[in-house]
């Protein structure tokens, strides 16, 4: 069989087992209410949840930073990219989070898989959930270390494994907060874990950083665990934020370690200083409008009230992540279309991003919306799921 007629093949397959992604293009701005090229909808699926993508502050200061640095930082960060402005914000992120320094990627994908390749290598253990993120499943296949999968959030499967290995350099990845289900790991036990085996654990707090925590500082704040050795914190820029890319905070051995060995910090253009500049500037409201986290809470409340009333599967999550179980990708599908028809936008995930049999719709909260867009999400939702048996 040829290459075209193997590709052609695998597409059909796709379409015909209902998992064919489409884009979605906007012709607008990110934020509560967008215009694509079909038309104009209430979204739902955004991970901006602090409404900040499109905040004319954060706005502001990337074109103010654009005349002054210009738009490309033209080489790498070891070679002539990097910016006082990426030392302003890696800074900034360091005291934001607590720890000691933070390094600037341009992803998290490339931040977790360049932390576990740095880290680690062949006879050494890598242990990773196994509702992980992409990222991080990958960087476990990539670094050559031995990998072992443990069942969702159950630390004394940690401990089993920990206990049982040999190796010398012993490693956990998890999402703190898991990006398809919008659950918490149990951060504090994990780490307990990891010290009484001189092992190290990232946490990956994508979907935690500026959400979670009195001050915003994410799933450490909230479980009230410190960034010190075992912990090492990865967040990303791109969605409480509001701006693009991601960082990585520690103590200094790791970090001047990644900065000599992650491969992904190492070969690659840094980030747009302007994008830095932003970000400083996103930062800084995150810290001095708490009331955004305030609303954002009481939204998914508003909306947990309301699914609970309707009787809709939901999952057990208190953050801005809220899935809606169904099932089958077809029904999945027809949810999300249906509600697509009424102008209310919410993305149908299926497998190979979530378990079979496990397709949902995945609501997601903006600090931008209001209490009426959640109201009409809910009778989008009463008049459609019908449609998903």
């Not at 934020?31 to 949840?49: A, H, K, M, Q, V």
């Not at 009230?224 to 520690?250: E, N, Y």
């Not at 995945?362 to 998903?388: I, K, P, W, Y």
Request: aromatic letters at 4%; charged letters at 20%; glycine letters at 8%.
């Amino acid at each position: 069989m040829t290459w075209d007629a193997e590709l052609t093949r695998r597409l059909a397959q796709r379409h015909a087992d209902n998992l064919f992604r489409r884009r979605i293009t906007l012709t607008g701005a990110q934020g509560p209410r967008i215009t694509t090229d079909e038309g104009s909808y209430l979204s739902f699926c955004s991970n901006d949840y602090l409404g900040l993508a499109s905040d004319p502050r954060v706005i502001r200061a990337l074109q103010e930073a654009a005349n002054q640095y210009g738009v490309g930082a033209g080489a790498s960060h070891l070679v002539t990219g990097h910016q006082r402005i990426h030392e302003l914000l890696e800074q900034a992120l360091a005291e934001f989070v607590g720890a000691p320094r933070a390094l600037l990627f341009s992803t998290g994908y490339m931040a977790n898989l360049g932390i576990a390749n740095a880290l680690l290598g062949r006879g050494d253990l890598l242990i990773e959930d196994r509702l992980n993120h992409a990222s991080l499943i990958d960087a476990g296949l990539l670094c050559r270390a031995e990998l072992r999968r443990y069942t969702h959030a159950d630390v004394d499967a940690v401990r089993r494994l920990l206990a049982s290995s040999k190796a010398v350099r012993k490693l956990i990845l998890t999402d703190a907060v898991f990006s398809m289900d919008g659950d918490l790991a149990p951060v504090a036990d994990l780490v307990a874990v990891a010290g009484d085996y001189d092992a190290r654990i990232v946490l990956d707090d994508a979907h935690g950083l500026g959400v979670l925590g009195v001050g915003g500082r994410g799933s450490l704040e909230h479980h009230s665990v410190s960034i010190a050795p075992p912990v090492i914190l990865m967040g990303t820029l791109g969605k409480a934020l509001g701006t693009f890319g991601a960082f990585v905070a520690g103590d200094e051995a790791l970090i001047e370690t990644l900065i000599q060995e992650a491969r992904t910090y190492i070969y690659t253009t840094a980030p747009p200083p302007a994008v830095a500049a932003a970000t400083c500037e996103a930062l800084r409201i995150v810290r001095e409008e708490p009331w955004r986290r305030e609303r954002l809470r009481h939204l998914v409340q508003h909306f947990r009230r309301g699914a609970g009333e309707l009787g809709l599967p939901l999952a057990d999550s208190d953050t801005p992540i809220q899935p809606i179980i169904i099932g089958e990708p077809q029904q999945a599908l027809a949810v999300s279309r249906g509600l697509k028809k009424t102008g209310v936008l919410v993305t149908a995930i299926r497998p190979p991003t979530v378990p079979p049999h496990t397709s949902r719709l995945r609501v997601t909260f903006s600090a931008g919306h209001s209490e009426q867009d959640v109201d009409r999400l809910l009778d989008a939702l009463s008049g459609h799921m019908n449609s998903a048996h």
